[in-house]
């Protein structure tokens, strides 16, 4: 028999198969995503400072060697520090925050910064649509042209149709086949560090991806496409995309109302 007063019997269990089931990889996983939770909630000493291995493990009801190698993950992905006869720490969220992980911002959606770095993100995958299409309608082949406009037409019906993830996933396709014709390797890069960051870290948001806002840009697209209009590229696409983006950003961090102006006192 175990207890959950003893952690490391209760890991025991788990990785010979008996409760839930889970393997080591998995625990550690798991641990390793309670941690950056807590961290990006603020959870931690002022200091951002862990406590021991031990404590550690008491508080997650796990191994020390679990903590151990959640610890080690957290540091090969730059979000804590450790060092030879120091504690632990936490790295300030405005240090360690990348694309990748910036579902640790998203978090509280309460907080101001959630919205503010969201909305950045946003920015900088229209900037990146806008920018290669431009460069495509200007170099590419007709065939080359075909085949984003095929991508877009999967994106009009998948907008109507389909579910937001599946969405997303359709509109990471076409950002990265704009790259490679545009022959921009940085930017493909650059889409395949914009797409983990919302398939990932920001899993809350795919629901929110579709409707019908969506399909305004992507028809619009197709249309600017056939006719390589890089000045509606350029003036009317940046508007539709940033009108579905304000929509997801009310939906998910809605902008905090101002506070109620005190009523003024009537004069005796």
């Known amino acids: 028999r175990t207890s959950m007063s003893d952690p490391c019997g209760w890991m025991a269990m788990l990785e010979r198969g008996m409760g839930m089931g889970m393997e080591r990889r998995g625990l550690v996983a798991y641990v390793e995503a309670q941690i950056e939770r807590d961290i990006a909630l603020g959870r931690l000493h002022p200091s951002g400072q862990f406590g021991s291995e031990a404590k550690l493990a008491r508080r997650y009801e796990v191994c020390r060697g679990t903590i151990r190698e959640a610890l080690r993950r957290l540091a090969a992905r730059g979000l804590v520090v450790q060092r030879s006869g120091r504690k632990t720490r936490a790295v300030a969220l405005d240090e360690s925050l990348t694309l990748e992980n910036l579902g640790l911002a998203l978090h509280d959606v309460r907080s101001p910064n959630a919205r503010w770095l969201l909305e950045g993100s946003f920015s900088l995958k229209?900037?990146?649509?806008?920018?290669?299409?431009?460069?495509?309608?200007?170099?590419?082949?007709?065939?080359?042209?075909?085949?984003?406009?095929?991508?877009?037409?999967?994106?009009?019906?998948?907008?109507?149709w389909e579910s937001g993830e599946t969405?997303?996933?359709?509109?990471?396709?076409?950002?990265?086949?704009?790259?490679r014709v545009a022959a921009r390797p940085g930017h493909v890069l650059l889409v395949q560090s914009l797409q983990r960051a919302f398939m990932g870290g920001a899993a809350q948001l795919l629901p929110l991806m579709g409707g019908e806002a969506l399909r305004a840009w992507a028809l619009c697209v197709t249309a600017i496409l056939h006719e390589r209009d890089v000045q509606a590229l350029q003036q009317e696409l940046p508007a539709l995309l940033k009108a579905r983006d304000d929509?997801?950003?009310?939906?998910?961090?809605?902008?905090?109302a101002a506070p109620e102006a005190p009523c003024a006192r009537e004069a005796p």
């Open 167 to 179: 969405c997303a996933q359709v509109e990471f396709e076409l950002l990265r086949q704009a790259a």
């Open 247 to 256: 929509r997801v950003l009310d939906a998910f961090a809605p902008v905090p």
């Open 126 to 160: 229209r900037q990146v649509l806008v920018e290669l299409l431009v460069d495509c309608c200007a170099r590419a082949s007709d065939l080359d042209l075909d085949r984003l406009g095929s991508t877009c037409f999967q994106l009009q019906d998948a907008a109507r």
